[in-house]
């Protein structure tokens, strides 16, 4: 079974990506790391570089006439996926804010083999534990999204959909099986001041000038207590996330039994946590 990774990313360095600890994780279950790296104001390519000799890059130009939408992130996507090994069975995509536990490891590769066989398996559907805040919150709202697929067959009739969140084929969602895995996302988890750039700059994919310089002052720290419900973590991290945590050099406390819902949201919340079904939930996958 040959495996192939594939992401992309851009100003990892000045953004704080964790990227390099994302591309770590999953690096012991792939054959080969193929990394779309746009052009960047900062040693990003390096960093890159540095990881390795599964680490394949790939130089590209970001088009910024896809800024409606999110589009060019599901552009540079493909860009990495399209350049994979044509001998890869299986693709195993990770964006540069999420990490796999190392506790996983055997599972997912038992798993891609138990399915490599089986076409009709398009993908393998990932939970997801969204971090938020510090390394030891986890944001457990509507507002995050539940499932996600991850790994996919080296068919290039897949692409990525939308924003790079996941993926179609012909435009049709994809046939998967999950799998008792989660992807760690460490999106909302870095310095407020940090987190305030990260969202400017990715808020230019979807919105113009004068929104994000309403909605995301630049001179302004990212205000974390702003959040509708969080919980306790209480697993433990990637061991490649160890460094970074060990780091962490701002505070965030916030008490999780608080929550800052409507009537109709705290309703909602209610049933999900009483029986483990969103209501109205999106989903970009088929469950077989």
Same mark, same amino acid.
């Given at each position: 079974?040959?495996?192939?990774?594939?992401?992309?990313?851009?100003?990892?360095?000045?953004?704080?990506? =964790?990227?390099?600890?994302?591309?770590?994780?999953? $690096? =012991?279950?792939?054959?080969?790391?193929?990394?779309?790296?746009?052009?960047?104001?900062?040693?990003?390519?390096? $960093?890159?570089?540095?990881?390795?000799?599964?680490? /394949?890059?790939? #130089?590209?130009?970001?088009?910024?006439?896809? /800024?409606?939408?999110?589009?060019?992130?599901?552009?540079?996507?493909?860009?990495?996926? #399209?350049?994979?090994?044509?001998?890869?069975?299986?693709?195993?995509?990770?964006?540069?804010?999420?990490?796999? %536990?190392?506790?996983?490891?055997?599972? @997912?590769?038992?798993?891609?083999?138990?399915? &490599?066989?089986?076409? !009709?398996?398009?993908?393998?559907?990932?939970?997801?534990?969204?971090?938020?805040?510090?390394?030891?919150?986890?944001? #457990?709202?509507?507002?995050?999204? !539940?499932?996600?697929?991850?790994?996919? !067959?080296?068919?290039?009739?897949? /692409?990525?959909?939308? #924003?790079?969140?996941?993926? /179609?084929?012909?435009?049709?969602?994809? &046939?998967?099986?999950?799998?008792?895995?989660?992807?760690?996302?460490?999106?909302?988890?870095?310095?407020?001041?940090?987190?305030?750039?990260?969202?400017?700059?990715?808020?230019?994919?979807?919105?113009?000038?004068?929104?994000?310089?309403?909605?995301?002052?630049?001179?302004?720290?990212?205000?974390?207590?702003?959040?509708?419900?969080?919980?306790?973590?209480?697993?433990? %991290? =990637?061991?490649?996330?160890?460094?970074? @945590?060990?780091?962490?050099?701002?505070?965030?406390?916030?008490?999780?039994?608080?929550?800052?819902?409507? @009537? &109709?949201? &705290?309703?909602?919340?209610?049933?999900?946590?009483?029986?483990?079904?969103?209501?109205?939930?999106?989903?970009?996958?088929?469950?077989?």
């Amino acid at each position: 079974m040959f495996v192939s990774g594939f992401t992309f990313i851009r100003n990892a360095i000045k953004l704080d990506y =964790p990227v390099k600890e994302a591309i770590l994780s999953i $690096l =012991p279950l792939v054959d080969e790391m193929v990394v779309a790296v746009g052009q960047s104001d900062d040693n990003t390519r390096n $960093l890159i570089a540095s990881l390795g000799e599964k680490i /394949r890059i790939i #130089d590209t130009l970001w088009d910024e006439s896809l /800024r409606i939408g999110g589009k060019v992130l599901a552009d540079e996507t493909n860009k990495a996926f #399209d350049a994979v090994s044509d001998q890869a069975d299986w693709c195993f995509y990770i964006q540069g804010d999420e990490c796999i %536990h190392e506790k996983y490891h055997s599972h @997912i590769l038992e798993q891609m083999q138990l399915y &490599k066989e089986d076409y !009709r398996v398009e993908g393998l559907l990932f939970d997801y534990a969204h971090f938020y805040g510090s390394y030891d919150y986890l944001g #457990d709202s509507r507002t995050w999204y !539940r499932k996600e697929i991850r790994i996919v !067959r080296n068919d290039k009739e897949i /692409r990525s959909y939308k #924003d790079a969140q996941g993926f /179609r084929k012909k435009g049709k969602k994809l &046939k998967v099986k999950p799998i008792a895995a989660e992807v760690y996302h460490y999106g909302w988890v870095r310095h407020p001041k940090y987190q305030m750039a990260k969202l400017r700059e990715s808020n230019k994919l979807w919105h113009d000038d004068e929104y994000i310089d309403q909605k995301f002052e630049a001179a302004k720290d990212f205000d974390y207590s702003e959040i509708d419900s969080i919980k306790s973590f209480t697993g433990t %991290h =990637p061991v490649v996330m160890q460094h970074r @945590i060990s780091k962490m050099n701002w505070s965030f406390d916030k008490d999780p039994t608080v929550k800052s819902f409507g @009537i &109709k949201l &705290k309703l909602l919340y209610g049933i999900e946590k009483l029986t483990g079904w969103r209501v109205g939930e999106y989903r970009n996958y088929k469950k077989i």
